[in-house]
């Protein structure tokens, strides 16, 4: 009987996840998908509560999850497109000019094709509910089998920039290393799902 309970929990499946089979994209950056090299499932955290006693402290499970920061790398294309749609991005949420880069930037992404949103004007005035959805973007992160399938789908939802590296040029470079940049994202939550 017991050995019956053993084969039971056996894993039916061996193959093992490789870190090069994945795909990864931002509804509102279509030009890093293409050159995405690297993306992670940020690490997920559940705080700990501690239950004061004479003794000892007991630790007891928290009640809020905390979700690390979405990383990506991608190699910069040569008219630095992909580079600069991430930049427009930050600083159409940060408007280090003036404040109409801002309302440009929240126009603009509410009229692009494929956005996730498309407020109408009134949506777009300040303080509406709508006026900030131009500023965020869902992403998603495909797993894929070995034979390129996808099989397991992590979404991130609300994702916005936090930060974007820089970009290092250098004639001292003794073999052609192509550019690449490094984003960090913020956002809600994320889901992984299996397909």
Do not use: C
């Amino acid at each position: 009987m017991a050995a019956n309970r053993s084969l039971q929990r056996q894993p039916d499946k061996l193959d093992y996840a490789s870190p090069t089979q994945f795909r990864f994209g931002i509804h509102q950056l279509p030009k890093v998908e293409f050159f995405t090299v690297t993306a992670n499932i940020p690490e997920i955290s559940l705080g700990i509560a501690n239950y004061a006693t004479p003794f000892k402290d007991i630790p007891m499970m928290g009640d809020k999850v905390e979700y690390g920061q979405l990383n990506i790398g991608f190699i910069v294309d040569e008219y630095l497109e992909n580079y600069l749609s991430l930049h427009e991005w930050m600083t159409g949420i940060g408007f280090p000019k003036d404040r109409k880069q801002f309302s440009e930037f929240r126009t603009e992404t509410a009229s692009m094709p494929g956005s996730p949103s498309k407020p109408n004007k009134a949506d777009l005035k300040p303080g509406s509910p709508g006026a900030v959805l131009p500023m965020f973007s869902d992403a998603t992160l495909s797993i894929l089998s070995n034979k390129n399938n996808p099989i397991v789908e992590v979404t991130y939802r609300d994702i916005f920039p936090v930060s974007l590296s820089a970009l290092d040029y250098n004639q001292e470079a003794t073999d052609v290393e192509y550019l690449r940049a490094t984003a960090e994202f913020a956002y809600q939550l994320y889901e992984i799902e299996s397909l």
